[in-house]
């Protein structure tokens, strides 16, 4: 959260524009659209209570601190100092520094001895001194910073940047530093980025000071509360702290940060059954090729989908007829045969009919009811996905219907096979039996039917299984998309995997997924089942060629559908990443998901600018913190280490007798895990941290420190 120790509402002052003036209900609109959870309203030389406590009243979420910056006359210079107090002091505040219904804001000015007289009648716990300083407007210079603190000794003076660290404040851009907060000269302009940030939860002004303060006392309270891991290094008789936040690792190279990482934390965290994902900086190439696999894996070609495409191919493509079949020349030759003997009259059997003239094909029938069942299974997952309860009545009925449609599904599969077996079988019997009759007789037997309507039948199944066909070529088609982060300068990067199939116009092209040697065989089945229709069956037996008959239909389906995948940016659907891009999308692939439980990363920063790890990286690993997963860095970089805000910071430093230091650069302290020897965090961070010294320095000019 985000904290504005200095911001102005009101026009007080000449010099002061007409674009700082914003009304309580838009001022409270800003903090919360800013997320800024602290804050004190300054203005010049004036304390507005009624304006104080309308703020109040509007968002009582909202910290606000009763505030004013001072004119003071200090040895004849003008200064600033801001001044914050507690809310329950608000009337005593206002009549310390504004009861003055007449005051002009604009030459007001307040002697630096008789402002000290004002501070001392508040206890020091009670008020908070905050003066411009170094190239600040107005503010107080290196020479006079040592009588500004002898005058107020006892009493909290912010102004240092190892206050700015040890509070917890840290901006993420650097190049607009502040350290209590906007000093707002245009409320359009208003911008979170440039605010410090608060690591720990404040919500009040005893928090607050108490942080200020006693930095130890108040960090180590509040980690006491915070979830943990305690994992033993096995070489040595000390345990490592990790916490359910961000914790950073740091050292120079060899200096045993790898073997920890891949040694003893990513292990501890799979065996204790954590979704882990270790990231490694030098792989980034692998990694990359690794996720985008991942990704295009997780889309599954629907299964129902590709069991009726192989089934009603091999059906279409095996399809013949007899040749000029003569339905009616069996029935004249029965007519035209008087009874040669006796015999054969009185054997009635060469009467008998019967006609089976439904075409019916069993392995049909079963792709169609594995698709069912296959249904019925998604929908049982589904319903004790979202029912967790086993004693759920509603979860046990609906699985209870389910079961019992499966069992009619079968049921009625076994039917009509039984259906088809009986059939087919009593007519094949009776015509044996009557080309007996026949031999024995010498008299034709009566038809059992002319093969018309079977014909029919079998002709509407073949129609049937080539449109069935086809609409498995539409319903299996999809796309999945994932955003896999950001690219500077190009924004977001979306990868694309879609299920297609080859079209009756595909041809071979570069990066096509469908194969060189087979596209224009497949195009051309493809064409005659588009085109297959009554007009067809004339010449149905020749329709496919002996090749394609001795196609399968799994070869076919493998053939024909396909996975493609894509990279979209803005204004560019097949976007093909540099090396460098690819190891930015490694990270934030990984970054934009929130799958796993821990994620640990060993040198994250390679080819990564400062820009992009400023505006992207430490702002995602801190909502990746925000919700509630573990998040172990090892790096180099210093931006990374401070501005992430970690709970834990791990200082390797092989050979050294502890090897492990923990600690915080809250309370400047890290502590050897065997030995206990403390370390200044500061220190070991300027020694070996890439860009501290730049970083600190520029804290220097800023802060004079």
């Not at 000269?185 to 607050?208: A, C, M, N, V």
Request: proline share 2%; hydrophobic share 35%.
């Amino acid at each position: 959260m985000k904290i504005d120790l200095h911001a102005h509402t009101q026009k007080c002052k000449t010099g002061d524009g007409n674009d700082r003036k914003i009304s309580p209900e838009n001022f409270v609109s800003k903090m919360s659209e800013h997320d800024v959870k602290v804050c004190a309203i300054t203005n010049h030389n004036k304390f507005d209570t009624a304006e104080f406590l309308e703020v109040k009243k509007l968002n009582s979420e909202l910290l606000i601190f009763p505030g004013i910056e001072l004119d003071i006359d200090f040895g004849g210079e003008k200064r600033h100092i801001v001044v914050i107090t507690s809310p329950q002091n608000y009337e005593k505040f206002y009549k310390t520094f504004d009861n003055e219904p007449s005051r002009n804001y604009d030459t007001y000015t307040l002697d630096f001895t008789a402002f000290v007289k004002l501070i001392k009648d508040y206890k020091a716990h009670e008020i908070v001194i905050i003066p411009h300083f170094m190239d600040k407007d107005r503010g107080f210079t290196v020479e006079e910073k040592e009588s500004l603190f002898k005058e107020l000794e006892g009493y909290l003076v912010i102004l240092e940047t190892s206050k700015l660290r040890s509070m917890g404040f840290v901006n993420a851009h650097e190049e607009h530093l502040s350290l209590i907060g906007s000093d707002v000269k245009d409320w359009k302009l208003y911008s979170g980025d440039t605010l410090p940030e608060l690591k720990f939860r404040i919500d009040s002004f005893e928090k607050f000071y108490e942080l200020a303060c006693d930095t130890k006392s108040f960090v180590k309270n509040a980690l006491n509360g915070a979830t943990k891991y305690s994992i033993s290094v096995h070489e040595h008789s000390g345990d490592v702290d990790v916490y359910n936040d961000i914790n950073i690792l740091f050292g120079e190279k060899g200096s045993g940060k790898t073997v920890l990482l891949k040694d003893t934390l990513l292990p501890y965290f799979h065996n204790a059954g954590k979704n882990v994902i270790l990231h490694e900086g030098k792989d980034y190439g692998k990694l990359y090729k690794a996720m985008i696999e991942e990704y295009e894996n997780g889309v599954i070609v629907d299964p129902e989908h590709s069991l009726l495409i192989v089934t009603n191919f091999d059906l279409v493509i095996q399809y013949s007829e007899q040749n000029n079949p003569d339905f009616i020349q069996n029935y004249i030759s029965y007519r035209k045969d008087d009874t040669k003997n006796k015999n054969s009259k009185r054997i009635l059997k060469s009467e008998s009919i019967f006609s089976n003239d439904q075409e019916t094909n069993i392995e049909s029938n079963i792709s169609r009811s594995q698709g069912y069942i296959a249904r019925i299974n998604e929908v049982k997952a589904i319903n004790e996905l979202l029912r967790v309860d086993a004693a759920d009545i509603a979860r046990t009925e609906l699985n209870n219907n389910l079961e019992e449609l499966k069992l009619e599904i079968r049921e009625r599969l076994v039917a009509s096979y039984r259906k088809s077996f009986g059939s087919g079988h009593t007519e094949t019997f009776l015509r044996a039996l009557k080309d007996s009759l026949r031999k024995n007789s010498g008299k034709e037997s009566k038809p059992n039917n002319i093969g018309f309507s079977k014909l029919v039948s079998k002709r509407l199944k073949r129609l049937e299984q080539n449109s069935e066909l086809l609409e498995s070529f539409d319903a299996i088609q999809k796309t999945s998309s994932q955003n896999i982060g950001l690219l500077p300068a190009k924004g977001n990067v979306t990868f694309e995997t879609s299920v297609i199939t080859l079209s009756e116009q595909d041809k071979h092209k570069k990066d096509s997924v469908f194969d060189k040697s087979t596209i224009v065989r497949n195009r051309e089945l493809i064409i005659k089942l588009h085109n297959f229709g009554v007009e067809s069956f004339p010449k149905i037996n020749e329709l496919f060629d002996s090749i394609e008959k001795d196609m399968t239909g799994n070869a076919f389906c493998s053939e024909v559908v396909k996975k493609n995948s894509v990279i979209r940016i803005k204004g560019n659907d097949d976007y093909k990443p540099s090396e460098g891009e690819q190891a930015i999308l490694s990270i934030s692939g990984l970054l934009e998901t929130y799958d796993y439980d821990c994620y640990i990363f060993d040198e994250v920063e390679r080819g990564l600018g400062n820009k992009y790890i400023s505006e992207y990286l430490i702002p995602r690993l801190k909502e990746l913190r925000d919700k509630g997963k573990t998040i172990i860095v090892s790096t180099h970089n210093a931006n990374i280490a401070i501005n992430t805000l970690p709970s834990q910071v791990i200082f390797c430093n092989y050979p050294d007798d502890d090897t492990y230091y923990t600690g915080n650069m809250y309370s400047n302290e890290l502590t050897g895990i065997v030995g206990g020897k403390i370390l200044s965090w500061e220190k070991e961070a300027l020694i070996h941290l890439e860009g501290s010294e730049e970083m600190f320095n520029r804290r220097r000019n800023i802060y004079g420190v």
